[in-house]
C-alpha cells in the first residue's frame, strides 16, 4: 500500500505515461557516423522498403519508460550512405544508475532485424528474424529495420537502468548511443476478470496428437506458449487433435493442457472439440474438414459429448486444471446460402450445450452471422430475424459467448447482449481475426486495449497464430499492454488513501480515453 503522497505521484506518472502511449510516438532520434545514418520511427509507422534519412538531427540517446515484467520495444532504421558489410546490433546490459550491483541482464533484451515475407498462415507483413552471426549487408543508399524489446524483469528495483545501444559495419568505428529504461515501482499485471487469447491454435505438436511426438516435441511446443503467454496471452485454445474419437481418448487435451500451463496460460481452457462430436463446419464448401457436420447423428454424438466431458472434468479436477471451456460449434450460421447445413449446425448447437450445460461444465460459440445486420436478410435469412431466433434458443446454454467481427448489431445490439449475459450470469468476449492475421496496426493495438477496455470485455481472442513473430503480432501486445495500464489506473485511484485531486485526475482521463473512440 502507498502513502497518499507517492501514490498521488504514481497515478500522476502513469496517466502522463498512459498519454505519451496512446498518443505520441515512442522514440525519436537519429545518428551519422561511418556513413551509418540512424533513423527515427515510431512502432506504430507504417516500414518502407527503403527509409531514407530526412534532416539532420543527431542522435542523442533512447529513453524508455517501463512497469516491472513489461516487454517495452522501439524501433529505428540503419540508412548506409555506401555499401555496408558485416552490419552488426549491440546492447549491452543496463546497469542501475545507483547500484552497480544491479542491472537488466543481456538477456531480457531482444534485437531483431525486420524482413518483408508471407508466414506458415499466408500473412504478409515483416517478420522479426534474428540478425545473422555475419552481420547484415546492405548496398550503398539502402536501410534495415532493426525491432529491440526491453524485458524489464519482475524483480527489477524502480530507478533508471543505463547501458550502450552500438551499430557497426565492418571495422568501422561504431555508432554508440546511450539508452536508459525509467523502470516504475508497480508491476504491469493481467486485469482481473479478462482474458486474453488465440482461438484454436495449432502448436508444434500439429492438429493430430501422436504420444511419440510428446519427447521429442516437448521442448519446441513449451517454448511456443511461453511466447504467446509472453505476447500477454493467459489462456490457451487448443484446436481439437485427438480426431476421430476414441473413447477416454483425450492424450492431445492433455499434453496441450500440461504444456501451456507450465507456460503459465493459467486462464480457462477454450477446447474447440467440435469434430470429435461431428460438429464442425461442413457441405461442399468445407469437405474437407474433420468431424463436419454432415456425418451428425444425434444419439451417437450426444452419448460420445458427455463421455468426452465426464472424462475431461474428471482428468481436470485431478490434474489442477485451470477451467475446460467446451466450444462444440464454431461460427454457427456461416452456411447460411446451404440452409441444410446452416440449420443443422445451429440444431448441433443448441442441443451440446444444452447437454454441457446440464453435466455442470461451461459451454461456449464463436458467433457472427446470427448477429450481425448483414445476414438478417435474403439469401442468409428466410424471413427477418430467423438466425437471431436460433440464437434466442441457444443463449440460455452459453455461459462463454464471443462475438465476433462487426459484434451484434441491430435487435441484438452490443448493449443489449450485454444486458442479457449479465442477468444471466454469463462472460461477453470477442474475437477479431484481422487484429492479428492482417497488418492494420492501429486496428490491432485499439482491438486490445482501448476498445476491448471501453466495452468491458471479459475475455479478446482472434485466429489465430500468425505463423512467425510478425511485428502486428507484437503491435497485440501492446494493445494488451494498453489495457492493462487503464486497467491499474482504475485500480489505483480507487485505493482508499487516494487522494480526492488525484482521483478526479485519474476519472477525467479515463473519461477522454473511453470518449476518443
Excluded at 522479426?128 to 528495483?157: D, K, M
Excluded at 454424438?301 to 490434474?319: C, G, K, P, S
Excluded at 430475424?385 to 467481427?405: K, M, Q, S, T
Amino acid at each position: 500500500m502507498f502513502t497518499s503522497t507517492i501514490h498521488t505521484q504514481r497515478i500522476t506518472i502513469i496517466c502522463f505515461l498512459i498519454t505519451l502511449i496512446l498518443l505520441t510516438p515512442q522514440t525519436a532520434f537519429s545518428s551519422r557516423a561511418s556513413g551509418i545514418r540512424l533513423i527515427p520511427k515510431d512502432i506504430m509507422e507504417a516500414i518502407l522498403e527503403v527509409e531514407r534519412p530526412e534532416g539532420e538531427r543527431k542522435l542523442q540517446q533512447v529513453e524508455l519508460l517501463a512497469l516491472r515484467d513489461e516487454y517495452e520495444p522501439f524501433t529505428f532504421a540503419v540508412y548506409c550512405e555506401k555499401a555496408c558489410h558485416s552490419l552488426s546490433v549491440a546492447i549491452t546490459s543496463l546497469k542501475k544508475s545507483d547500484d552497480e550491483n544491479e542491472w537488466i541482464d543481456r538477456e531480457h533484451i531482444e534485437i531483431h532485424q525486420l524482413k518483408k515475407g508471407k508466414t506458415l498462415y499466408n500473412v504478409e507483413d515483416w517478420i522479426l528474424e534474428p540478425i545473422p552471426e555475419q552481420g547484415i549487408s546492405l548496398e550503398a543508399e539502402r536501410s534495415a529495420r532493426i525491432w529491440i524489446t526491453v524485458h524489464v524483469p519482475e524483480t527489477a528495483s524502480p530507478g533508471l537502468y543505463g547501458g550502450t545501444l552500438s551499430v557497426k559495419a565492418g571495422g568501422e568505428t561504431p555508432v554508440e548511443i546511450p539508452i536508459k529504461v525509467e523502470t516504475l515501482a508497480q508491476k504491469l499485471v493481467d486485469p482481473s476478470g479478462v482474458q486474453f487469447a488465440l482461438l484454436y491454435t495449432v502448436s508444434p505438436f500439429g492438429q493430430h496428437y501422436k504420444p511419440e511426438k510428446y519427447q521429442r516435441l516437448e521442448k519446441s511446443v513449451l517454448s511456443f506458449y511461453r511466447e504467446l503467454r509472453a505476447h500477454g496471452m493467459t489462456c490457451v485454445s487448443p484446436k481439437c487433435s485427438d480426431w476421430p474419437y476414441r473413447r477416454g481418448n483425450i492424450e492431445g487435451l492433455k499434453a496441450e493442457v500440461s504444456l501451456a500451463t507450465r507456460a503459465g496460460l493459467t486462464g480457462p481452457v477454450l477446447w474447440y472439440m467440435s469434430a470429435l462430436i461431428n460438429g464442425a463446419k461442413g457441405g461442399e464448401r468445407y469437405a474437407h474438414y474433420d468431424g463436419k457436420c454432415d456425418n451428425w447423428d444425434e444419439l451417437r454424438d450426444l452419448a460420445n459429448l458427455r463421455e468426452i466431458v465426464t472424462h475431461t472434468r474428471e482428468t481436470q479436477f485431478r490434474e489442477g486444471w485451470p477451467e475446460v471451456v467446451f466450444i462444440t460449434v464454431d461460427e454457427p450460421g456461416t452456411d447460411t446460402e446451404d440452409r441444410r447445413i446452416n440449420d443443422l449446425r445451429m440444431e448441433i448447437l443448441e442441443k451440446s450445450l444444452k447437454v454441457v450445460k446440464e453435466m455442470g461444465a461451461q459451454g461456449a460459440t464463436t458467433m457472427t452471422e446470427p448477429v450481425d445486420d448483414r445476414h438478417n436478410k435474403s439469401p442468409f435469412s428466410r424471413v427477418p430475424n430467423e438466425l437471431r431466433h436460433f440464437w434466442d434458443r441457444v443463449r440460455a446454454y452459453c455461459p462463454v459467448r464471443i462475438y465476433g467481427y462487426g459484434y451484434p448489431q441491430g435487435e441484438t445490439s452490443l448493449y443489449a447482449e450485454k444486458k442479457d449475459a449479465l442477468s444471466r450470469g454469463h462472460q461477453i468476449w470477442f474475437y477479431n481475426n484481422k487484429a492479428i492475421m492482417r497488418n492494420d496496426r492501429y486496428l490491432g493495438r485499439t482491438y486490445f486495449g482501448i476498445w476491448g477496455w471501453k466495452v468491458g470485455a471479459q475475455g479478446l481472442t482472434a485466429w489465430t497464430y500468425p505463423g512467425a513473430r510478425t511485428v502486428q503480432w507484437e503491435i497485440v501486445r501492446e494493445g494488451i499492454d494498453d489495457f492493462k495500464y487503464l486497467k491499474l489506473i482504475e485500480r489505483l485511484s480507487r485505493e482508499p488513501d487516494t487522494k480526492p485531486e488525484a482521483r478526479e485526475q485519474a476519472e477525467k482521463f479515463l473519461k477522454r480515453v473511453q470518449e476518443s473512440l
